[in-house]
């Protein structure tokens, strides 16, 4: 590497930028598109099948229990649930990934993100197959568990991966994309239930059940070609490896880039400082303030993530349209495929867009439009209950689809982004667990309270989210910070000033070294 950190004023003035800094500068200075790359563009396509299309299985859940409450032969097959019943039908799968919960971070960091990813991929298959063969409640509640125990490992293993992989050009969009593929999943779901919703044999539910195997099925075919996260190799001592990763994808095979080696340098020491201050174990996300920030801020974007009313649609749009007097299931499986694809849409728009924004900003915005569009949602659903208004129901229906895009630019573009960049390296797939714990118990909650505060309640019931929403937004003015334009390295210590110090003073000794070794190799040539 000749010249990193000289002050030879020919050289490019990004690299006369702090050291700490050095590494986001250098990207900038890229201008290549990632689809001129080859070596990148067939990382970024094989991670779509094993990365970020992991969350399809979470969409096809979600749409495919929509779906079937309009599938006459699963209504008659499991004795009408409602209630209570169809909340542990529905809520099972949560509780499934809470069980998971405590094991998936000694997984992910263990055995690589790829095992993780493959791990819960082989159990969401059996659970599919369980689900498909189903032949009473009790069966089909274990199926839903067994899908459930599974997700966690594919998530944290695939959401740590991409930032991992990813340049840090495309790296909070690749992180943005990983959500908007829920919506890929929900499409063929929706689909693939309005095709056999009047199928009169038990094939009308089990045909849906089975094919929710689908992206796991595509994440064990391709995850062999994927590699390691560099990180990862790091950590475990398998240096030459990492750094060969880094040139191959990063530099096009360009052991020499100067992007790369500085990426190297702040990766290796930065990893190196993180581990002289923690002890890697569980108690090391309370030991310090900052910490306990990052997981109450993991924490609260878990809860949020399922507890501002999308849980609602997710799940239980079937008995959200019978209140307001739509009963056709024809009907109810048209406004779901509708709704889902165009959640798709207004998703994947958000997430190639909205991490060109400051955080905050964007996070403040969601929140604020859902509180607006809720109150009217409730407005209109207390309308069509006092005199059986057709506009005020159609006006829920419009709510309904303005609901998604205000929930997609944060909550789904940039909530597995964000906390990339909160969670350094060492705690990373910890504070990823600790976010899914919390958004399955909340997913939990609302699967089982959800059908129950509907039937009882009515539009009442919609007054909490507003409420809710009312308190998310004081949260995130007060305690969300801003990361956007920085590499993971250099948000390693976003809350520790004595670390963040220490890390500018190793990577700028580093890469001192790094010169004076240059310049040494160009005098004796």
């Known amino acids: 590497m000749s010249g990193i950190g000289s002050v030879d004023e020919d050289r490019p003035k990004a690299l006369l930028a702090p050291p700490d800094r050095l590494v986001s500068q250098l990207a900038k200075l890229d201008t290549t598109p990632w689809y001129r790359k080859p070596n990148l563009r067939v990382l970024y396509l094989i991670l779509f099948p094993t990365c970020i299309g992991v969350e399809m299985t979470s969409g096809f859940d979600s749409s495919m229990m929509n779906g079937l409450q309009a599938v006459n032969s699963w209504d008659k097959f499991y004795h009408s649930p409602r209630s209570t019943l169809l909340g542990v039908m529905s809520a099972m799968y949560s509780a499934g990934a809470i069980l998971a919960l405590p094991f998936v971070a000694a997984v992910s960091d263990s055995l690589g993100r790829r095992f993780a990813i493959?791990?819960?991929?082989?159990?969401?298959?059996?659970?599919?197959?369980?689900?498909?063969?189903?032949?009473?409640?009790?069966?089909?509640?274990?199926?839903?568990?067994?899908?459930?125990?599974?997700?966690?490992?594919?998530?944290?293993?695939?959401?740590?991966?991409?930032?991992?992989?990813?340049?840090?050009?495309?790296?909070?969009?690749?992180?943005?994309?990983?959500?908007?593929?829920?919506?890929?999943?929900?499409?063929?779901?929706?689909?693939?239930?309005?095709?056999?919703?009047?199928?009169?044999?038990?094939?009308?539910?089990?045909?849906?059940?089975?094919?929710?195997?689908?992206?796991?099925?595509?994440?064990?075919?391709?995850?062999?070609?994927?590699?390691e996260s560099p990180r990862w190799l790091v950590s475990k001592g398998r240096h030459d490896e990492a750094l060969a990763i880094l040139a191959k994808y990063h530099a096009e095979g360009n052991a020499e880039s100067e992007f790369v080696k500085a990426e190297y340098i702040q990766i290796e020491t930065t990893l190196e400082l993180e581990k002289e201050h923690s002890k890697i174990g569980w108690l090391e996300l309370f030991r310090t303030s900052g910490m306990r920030r990052r997981i109450l801020i993991g924490s609260f974007l878990g809860l949020v993530t399922q507890w501002s009313g999308n849980g609602l649609i997710s799940y239980f749009l079937a008995r959200i349209l019978d209140n307001v007097g739509i009963h056709s299931n024809r009907t109810k499986n048209l406004i779901n495929l509708a709704n889902t694809c165009w959640g798709f849409l207004n998703a994947t728009f958000f997430a190639l867009y909205m991490s060109r924004f400051k955080r905050r900003t964007v996070?403040?915005?969601?929140?604020?439009?859902?509180?607006?569009?809720?109150?009217?949602?409730?407005?209109?659903?207390?309308?069509?209950?006092?005199?059986?208004?057709?506009?005020?129901?159609?006006?829920?229906?419009?709510?309904?689809?303005?609901?998604?895009?205000?929930?997609?630019?944060?909550?789904?573009?940039?909530?597995?982004?964000?906390?990339?960049?909160?969670?350094?390296?060492?705690?990373?797939?910890?504070?990823?667990?600790?976010?899914?714990?919390?958004?399955?118990?909340?997913?939990?909650?609302?699967?089982?309270?959800?059908?129950?505060?509907?039937?009882?309640?009515?539009?009442?019931?919609?007054?909490?989210?507003?409420?809710?929403?009312?308190?998310?937004?004081?949260?995130?003015?007060?305690?969300?910070?801003?990361?956007?334009?920085?590499?993971?390295?250099?948000?390693?210590?976003?809350?520790?000033?004595?670390?963040?110090?220490?890390?500018?003073?190793?990577?700028?000794?580093?890469?001192?070294?790094?010169?004076?070794?240059?310049h040494s190799s160009d005098k004796m040539e």
């Open 118 to 227: 493959g791990f819960g991929s082989v159990i969401m298959i059996i659970g599919a197959a369980l689900q498909a063969a189903s032949q009473n409640f009790a069966m089909f509640v274990v199926a839903r568990t067994i899908l459930g125990f599974g997700i966690p490992f594919a998530i944290v293993g695939a959401s740590s991966l991409i930032a991992e992989l990813g340049h840090p050009k495309e790296r909070a969009i690749l992180g943005s994309l990983f959500n908007s593929c829920y919506f890929i999943g929900a499409i063929v779901a929706a689909g693939v239930t309005f095709g056999t919703f009047s199928m009169p044999s038990n094939w009308g539910w089990r045909i849906p059940s089975l094919l929710q195997a689908t992206p796991s099925l595509l994440q064990i075919v391709f995850v062999f070609l994927l590699p």
């Open 363 to 518: 996070y403040l915005t969601c929140v604020i439009s859902l509180l607006v569009v809720f109150t009217g949602w409730t407005i209109a659903s207390a309308r069509y209950a006092i005199d059986n208004s057709q506009g005020a129901s159609k006006a829920v229906i419009a709510f309904i689809f303005l609901y998604s895009p205000c929930y997609n630019m944060a909550y789904n573009a940039l909530s597995y982004t964000f906390l990339v960049e909160v969670f350094p390296y060492h705690v990373r797939a910890k504070g990823i667990a600790i976010f899914q714990l919390w958004g399955r118990l909340a997913g939990f909650f609302n699967q089982f309270v959800n059908p129950i505060g509907i039937a009882n309640a009515g539009w009442k019931f919609y007054i909490s989210y507003c409420v809710w929403l009312v308190f998310e937004a004081i949260f995130i003015y007060f305690l969300f910070p801003e990361t956007s334009g920085r590499s993971l390295e250099e948000l390693a210590f976003l809350y520790e000033g004595d670390e963040l110090q220490e890390q500018k003073r190793r990577v700028e000794n580093e890469l001192r070294h790094e010169v004076k070794d240059s």
